[in-house]
């Protein structure tokens, strides 16, 4: 059985849930250790927290660090720190790994490639989003810390992927604005979506719902203003937009004038899931998206689909079939897409039950675990990458 070294970017408590846990699917054929930082609490029970969330899980081990009230540049730091130490501790002092994956090129991907190179083995880069765009849409008003981290970025994620003997990609264009990056030793599938433990409702409610954060990233401004485009013509119908947002203003006041438009607290995954199992649609407008869970979310809730037509959504998203795809940023193209869906139930439910289909055949588990063993698999038969 091989063994893994993951590292996650985190912040995240771990899903205690096996059949909602990764690692869990993922132990039939492998065991090692996850590395995360993760977000503490001020309150009593704190320290309690700090020791469930360093559980086991199938064939592997959770290991986090609890980082979250220093400033932000001594945190990235303190936490590659401790991807290094405790990934080149385990290695050498427990037992050794086959494979060093990270979940991103940024902080995770420096760490792996430092680990590469002090334990001499493979490193697999999975790219999550666009690296490309990952700081250019955070707020709606870049400043220059974005400024800086773009640029940081533009020169560190070429040289971090082209150090490592495989990258995971979420569809076959994302790193294609990067003409410095020459390692072509690619896997191209889905992260992994616990779909099977999503179970779509018979009944629905007449509101439009949207999941997710950074908000203006994600579109949110788009969809509001869309929504009150088409607000008159569907007066039953309510815009429900869920997700951390620490200042909502600036959508506060795109929303003034329309009731219908509920700008909500983020809230659990399984709040969230129930918030989807009764939407009457999903909307996901972002400007910058490599795949979307909560768009394999939505399909295992059986539910119709409007998203942009940006980045890998195309990909997993195909316009008439599982769902209809608009122009990024054109709120009116947005509000007749919505038009559409809201006029049309019969054909909405044909793209849902298209898109349940889909995932469950292409998206599932399952899947997921075929592919991740058939990536580790090419990866360990190839010569070493020096």
């Given at each position: 059985m091989h063994r893994i070294l993951y590292l996650s970017p985190g912040p995240a408590r771990p899903n205690k849930n096996p059949q909602k846990n990764m690692f869990y699917h993922l132990s039939r054929y492998f065991s090692g250790d996850l590395l995360a930082p993760i977000w503490g609490r001020k309150d009593p029970k704190s320290l309690k927290a700090i020791k469930e969330v360093n559980l086991a899980m199938g064939n592997f081990q959770y290991h986090v660090t609890f980082s979250s009230k220093l400033p932000k540049i001594i945190k990235i730091f303190w936490d590659v720190l401790f991807y290094v130490f405790k990934g080149f501790y385990f290695h050498y002092f427990k037992k050794r790994y086959d494979v060093i994956i990270t979940y991103g090129p940024f902080k995770t991907g420096f760490a792996g490639y430092l680990l590469k190179k002090l334990t001499r083995t493979k490193l697999i880069i999975e790219v999550p989003g666009n690296p490309k765009k990952s700081f250019s849409f955070e707020t709606k008003d870049s400043n220059i810390i974005d400024k800086l981290k773009t640029k940081v970025g533009d020169l560190s994620v070429p040289f971090i992927i082209n150090g490592a003997d495989h990258i995971k990609l979420l569809y076959w264009e994302q790193l294609k604005e990067y003409s410095l990056i020459k390692n072509n030793k690619r896997s191209v599938f889905h992260d992994f979506v616990p779909?099977?433990?999503?179970?779509?409702?018979?009944?629905?409610?007449?509101?439009?719902?949207?999941?997710?954060?950074?908000?203006?990233?994600?579109?949110?401004?788009?969809?509001?203003?869309?929504?009150?485009?088409?607000?008159?013509?569907?007066?039953?119908?309510?815009?429900?937009?869920?997700?951390?947002?620490?200042?909502?203003?600036?959508?506060?006041?795109?929303?003034e004038g329309n009731d219908k438009i509920e700008l909500c607290d983020p809230a659990f995954h399984d709040e969230a899931m129930k918030l989807m199992s009764r939407c009457a649609l999903f909307v996901l407008p972002s400007r910058t998206e490599a795949m979307g869970k909560v768009l394999i979310e939505a399909m295992a809730s059986k539910k119709p689909i409007i998203a942009s037509n940006v980045d890998g959504i195309p990909h997993y998203i195909k316009h008439g079939f599982n769902g209809l795809l608009f122009e990024s940023e054109n709120v009116e193209d947005l509000a007749e897409k919505i038009r559409i869906i809201l006029n049309n139930p019969d054909y909405a439910k044909k793209l849902a039950e298209n898109g349940y289909r889909y995932v469950h055949q292409y998206l599932s588990e399952e899947r997921y675990v075929e592919c991740f063993k058939k990536m580790i698999e090419k990866v360990l038969k190839c010569p070493e990458r020096r």
């Open positions: 779909i099977n433990a999503l179970k779509p409702s018979n009944e629905s409610d007449k509101y439009i719902l949207f999941l997710g954060f950074p908000w203006y990233l994600k579109g949110v401004d788009i969809l509001i203003k869309a929504f009150k485009l088409i607000s008159n013509e569907f007066p039953e119908y309510r815009l429900k937009i869920v997700g951390y947002c620490p200042d909502k203003s600036y959508f506060q006041k795109l929303a």
